[in-house]
């Protein structure tokens, strides 16, 4: 009797142990499927996540904090340095040249500020949604002739210039720069027709146009609430309507199959032709006197 007890407990304990051993692999099987599974639905989540984030606005809280941030950088780096540097090197030798560096490192600055004030709340340039269409060279071409017409009529109608002066607000005195040589020109030429529609259009169409329009649904109240502030943040009353005419086709243009792209592409061509216009006209006046 003895002996078959002790059979019957050796017996009982394999039996647990194998219980124990089957509940340990069954439990190990079952983390590890999880992990797989886990493994296999993160990158939809992420990618589920980062979609649902881009698709929605800012607070408004960073909403405001953003454009004040911006318009600190626009104000101090876009008037209130090159003005003092103005003042500064009025007595230079090479005074063209020396602005001419001014200016495209004030607009180099307001590009940095712009783009580290929008990856602070991931609107930054990652954050575009990128068009597969090759044609927005051309389509943002087209537009920016359209704004160049455009901006021309709406100048003859409603204003005694007659040219967009508001455009180059910041930039050095034109004919000083066109008189300079080849390497102020060509800094010229950077920051009006590379550096500055970059950062404009990063913030103006790229965040604030789109924002608003998510935030209301309404694409053309965000067209004409960012085009509005486009305008008046040049700080030339007597521009704000052709610069809010082309405001608006900029907007048109980022909203269009080639996104902020073409809104770069119509940009850059518009300030070009502004900035040529005002060396023929700078240049006729000095041939003249």
Known sequence: RRFATCARSRARARR?????????????????VARRARARASPREGAASSSSSSDSCVTTRDLVDTSLKFAYAWAAFGYVVPSA??????????????????????????????????DE???????????????????GAAFGGGAVVLARAV???????????????????????????????????????????????????????????????????AIGVSSAIFALAHFSLPDVPSLFACGVVFALASQS??????????????????????????RAIVDAS
């Open 85 to 118: 540097a103005l003042a500064a090197m009025v007595d230079a030798d090479d005074l063209g040249a020396s602005l001419a560096v001014v200016q495209l490192s004030c607009e180099s600055a307001k590009a940095a500020a712009t783009v580290r004030v929008l």
């Open 155 to 221: 100048d003859g109608l409603v204003s005694t210039t007659s040219t967009v002066d508001a455009v180059a607000a910041a930039d050095a005195p034109t004919s000083l720069i066109a008189h300079a040589g080849p390497f102020a020109a060509s800094c010229a030429v950077v920051a009006s027709c590379v550096v500055a529609p970059a950062l404009e259009e990063l913030f103006f169409r790229g965040f604030l146009c789109e924002d608003i329009r998510r935030r209301t649904s309404n694409a053309a109240l």
């Open 257 to 282: 199959r080639g996104g902020v792209r073409s809104a770069f592409v119509a940009h850059a061509l518009f300030n070009s032709s502004v900035l040529i216009e005002r060396a023929a006209v700078a």
């Open 16 to 32: 647990w142990r194998l219980r124990a051993r089957c509940r340990r692999r069954d439990a190990g099987r079952s983390r590890s």
């Open 121 to 139: 709340i991931d609107r930054g340039v990652g954050s575009l949604s990128s068009s597969d269409d090759d044609g927005f060279v051309a389509l």
